[in-house]
């Protein structure tokens, strides 16, 4: 059996929640920000979380190469996961928060957000010059053979 892989990173700036794609004659997409807003768009804040994720990844692989042949291996579709995110926010619903976070992640570290098994998630509400950001926390779940 493979030794549990586990990843953590954070990720500074407002969190933007989940968001429903919205559908238009071209398909579905996601609305952009208004001019002059400081806040990302949800797929910029998707591409933001990516990055942090792979910067952590490549660190990792640094000082452990063998970590991340301990998740790309031919049963990794298969694999679940465990999630765990601390944000610091303005506003946002409890499952928009995470679920940005997962959506972020699948075809990084999963390959669809259905292999989440077990989820924690801590927000704090916090006044507008204060830190926003969150932190992510994701491993692998020992499954018996």
């Known amino acids: 059996m493979n030794a549990p892989f586990r990843i953590r ?3 500074d700036g407002n969190c933007v ?3 429903r794609a919205q559908v238009g004659s071209h398909g579905a997409y996601y609305p952009e920000r208004g001019p002059g807003s400081k806040r990302l768009s949800y797929p910029d804040y998707k591409e933001q979380v990516q990055w942090e994720c792979q910067r952590a990844l ?7 190469p063998d970590a991340i042949a301990r998740v790309c291996n031919s049963s990794s579709a298969d694999r679940a996961w ?17 679920g940005s976070i997962a959506d972020a992640l699948q075809g990084i570290l999963w390959s669809n957000d259905r292999q989440i098994k077990e989820a924690h998630q801590y927000i704090t509400d916090t006044k507008p010059k204060e830190y926003r950001g969150v932190v992510v926390e994701a491993w692998t779940l020992t499954t018996e053979a």
């Open 82 to 98: 465990g999630l765990h995110v601390t944000a610091w926010v303005g506003s946002g619903d409890f499952d928009n928060i995470a």
């Open 58 to 64: 490549s660190a990792m692989l640094m000082h452990d």
């Open 17 to 19: 929640p989940k968001q």
């Open 9 to 11: 990173f954070q990720v």
